[in-house]
Every structure is written in structure tokens, then in C-alpha cells.
């Protein structure tokens, strides 16, 4: 991606030197096939969707005003595309030539945006920029949210907590702020886990889901490897529409299945957007701890070969401490 100020387009570090244009710009993007006999109806949003390499783009109408071309021979990055080289993604007929006004709609309604809801945003949108002769480009706001900030100080020292206190103590934790009136976890059952069956597993999650869309209320979300991810062998590969009332999700790795978190996707920016918390645990490298075998001990609201639900009278302690990324799910009152 490219990184620039909306107030100051023209200053991009990524593009200082032709070596770093080579290195930092983006290498290849995301397509919606329009292929009519390839759609394939689905509520997963990415399965109509190309990845394409920016090397293999033969149609210069798409690159017009988003490329420059890197002149090996010369080491010189040229604006446009008029001549032979390296495509490398600039947004220079943008940005540098103001062919479309991006960055003054971008300054305006980042503006606007703080004013109106008192705190720093972040906005989602598109362009099309290829409309009909006499009709004008079209800018498509999608979104807008505030930016979580770690506001929120943590009366209580995490520190101090012993582990047989907590279902679950994480020092790897996103997020910030004390988790109140949350009484259910919903966990993945370690004995009887199989990376096989985590398809079959997220649409089980997704009806439970809707039963506490229905209620209001919300979760602790509890399981082995990356959830959200594309490829269903390295997690659970859930839409955040069907997890949509976790306020804690929890990767509790195994000793034969330890998956690193990816934080970068659209998934973990709805997390952070809605502030939900996101522990990673490893206890067999003595990574955290999740105390499974206790949870085994209480009675289930509902539970089959792969996950339970366990729902508790008293709520549970949830804290994050976001400034040591460290993050406790505390035993509730019995």
C-alpha cells in the first residue's frame, strides 16, 4: 500500500529513491472477476476476487493514473506509463497532477469526520475512475469509525494476578480497557480438535452467533489457530459477520499446532474497530496459559465433539492492559 498525508500529497517517503519505490510499493492487487459464468454466490466477500501481479497488468487504461515507470538502464523513476520499464504503483497522475482530487476529499472528510464524532476516524471508500465521456469521476464514501485509542487505564495490576486465578492470561494481547457483563466462552475442544473439520466448525459458530445477535450479548471466543484465516488448515476461517458478538477472541496454540497470528487483514481491523481483545496463548512453550481442564469441570449450555459453550452466573474479569500487551480472563465468583 501506498502511505501518504492527505494535507501533504506530494512528500511520500515510499518514493524518495527508485530503490525504495522498488522495494516498499505494492507488488500485485485485488480484482473482482466479472466473469459471469465463474460467480459463485457466497456470503464469504473474498471469493469473487482475483489476485493479480502488477508485472502481469497488460491493460494500461487500469494503470494510467496510478503508475510510474522504473527505467533500469538509467536508475530513474519516470511518471506514466508512455515509455518501456517497471510498472510500480505511484499514484502519481493523482496525487503528483491532481487528475482526480484525492487527497483535498480525503483532508475534508477527515476533517469533518473528527469534528462530528469528537475523535480521530478512519474512513473506507472507493473511486471510479473510468466513468462515460461528460459524466465526472466518482468518489463512493463507504465508511467511517473512530480510531481506538488506549485511554483507558486498568485499576487493577495484571501483574499481580496469579495464574490459577484466570481462565486465561495472555502477554500477547490486543486491546485496552476493562470487558464487563460478559458471562459465556465458547471454546474449541483440544482433545478432539481437527483441522479438517474448521469449515464445519465456523458455520456452527455462525448460528451460535445469532443467538447472541438476538439476546445482545456477547462472548468469550476460545480455539486453535489463526481465526479468520483464508486457508481453513491454519484456522477456523470465519467472516467476522459470523463471530460478530465475540468480545474476546482467544488463539490457544497447541504443541502440534502453533500458527502465527496475522494481524494486518480486514478481520483484525474489524477487531481492533469494534474493540474486540485478541489474546495469543501458547502455554506448552509457557507462553500463557489457558486453564481448559477447569472449563471441562462445568457444566455446558451446549456442546457436541468439537466445541462447548459454558455459561456462568456471575460475570466475567476480563482486563487488557494495553500498553504491556498483556490480558487476563479472570475466574468469575462461584
Keep these: 500500500s501506498l502511505r501518504f ?5 506530494k512528500k511520500i517517503l515510499q518514493l524518495n529513491s527508485p530503490e525504495n519505490a522498488l522495494r516498499e510499493t505494492q507488488k500485485y492487487f485485488y480484482a473482482l472477476d466479472l466473469n459471469v459464468n465463474k460467480f459463485v454466490p457466497s456470503t464469504d466477500d473474498g471469493i469473487n476476487l482475483q489476485k493479480i501481479k502488477i508485472k502481469d497488468v497488460n491493460n494500461e487504461t487500469a494503470l494510467k493514473y496510478l503508475a510510474s515507470t522504473y527505467d533500469s538502464n538509467n536508475n530513474i523513476l519516470y511518471d506514466g506509463i508512455n515509455r518501456p520499464g517497471t510498472r510500480i504503483i505511484t499514484f502519481a497522475g493523482i496525487l503528483q497532477y491532481n487528475r482526480f482530487p484525492l487527497a483535498e476529499i480525503l483532508d ?9 464524532m469528537n475523535h480521530p476516524v478512519e474512513i473506507e471508500f472507493a473511486a471510479n475512475l473510468e466513468t462515460p465521456p461528460g459524466i465526472p469521476k466518482i468518489f463512493s464514501f463507504l465508511q467511517i469509525r473512530p480510531i481506538v485509542h488506549n485511554e483507558q487505564t486498568i485499576s487493577a495490576d495484571i501483574d499481580k494476578v496469579e495464574p490459577e486465578e484466570t481462565i486465561v492470561w495472555s502477554s500477547a494481547a490486543l486491546g485496552n480497557g476493562v470487558f464487563r457483563g460478559i458471562h459465556d466462552i465458547i471454546y474449541l475442544r483440544q482433545d478432539s480438535f481437527n483441522p479438517s473439520m474448521n469449515e464445519r466448525i465456523a458455520e456452527e459458530l455462525e448460528k451460535i452467533n445469532a ?3 438476538k439476546e445482545g450479548t456477547g462472548y468469550v471466543l476460545i480455539g486453535p489457530g489463526r481465526w479468520g484465516s483464508s486457508d481453513p488448515w491454519l484456522g477456523v476461517p470465519v467472516k467476522w459477520p459470523q463471530i460478530s458478538a465475540a468480545r474476546i477472541i482467544v488463539e490457544a496454540g497447541l504443541a502440534n499446532y502453533r500458527v502465527d497470528p496475522s494481524q494486518g487483514t480486514h478481520f483484525f481491523q474489524n477487531l481492533t474497530s469494534f474493540r474486540v481483545g485478541y489474546f495469543t496463548v501458547n502455554p506448552f512453550e509457557g507462553d500463557g496459559f489457558f486453564d481448559e481442564k477447569w472449563l471441562n469441570q462445568r457444566p455446558a449450555v451446549h456442546e457436541n465433539q468439537y466445541l462447548r459453550h459454558v455459561r456462568f452466573t456471575q460475570p466475567l474479569g476480563i482486563m487488557i492492559d494495553g500498553r504491556k500487551h498483556k490480558g487476563v480472563v479472570l475466574k468469575p465468583l462461584e
Design 108 to 116: 475534508s472528510l477527515l476533517e469533518s469526520g473528527s469534528q462530528e
Design 5 to 9: 498525508s492527505p494535507k501533504h500529497p
Design 211 to 213: 443467538l447472541f445477535q
